[in-house]
């Protein structure tokens, strides 16, 4: 717990500090140009089921009591 608090702090830490970046006119065009040529969210998403089926919450809820000891 005293990790996870830790770690938690940290995140927190750079959340807080404001970053001033610059824009980049070919980083923008380069992400705008690879978002057009993305597939549909639908189709992926379709995709990552059948690769890595979802976990029913009972297995999810054994499991977790399996892994805490």
Known sequence: ????????REI???QSVPYFLNPVQEIQIFIKSHLQDSRD?????????AME???????????LLQESG
């Open 41 to 49: 969210v639908n189709e992926l998403y379709e995709q990552s089921l």
């Open 12 to 14: 927190q830490q750079y």
């Open 1 to 8: 717990r005293m990790k996870t608090a830790e770690v938690i």
């Open 53 to 63: 089926p979802r976990e029913r919450e009972d297995e999810k809820i054994a499991r």
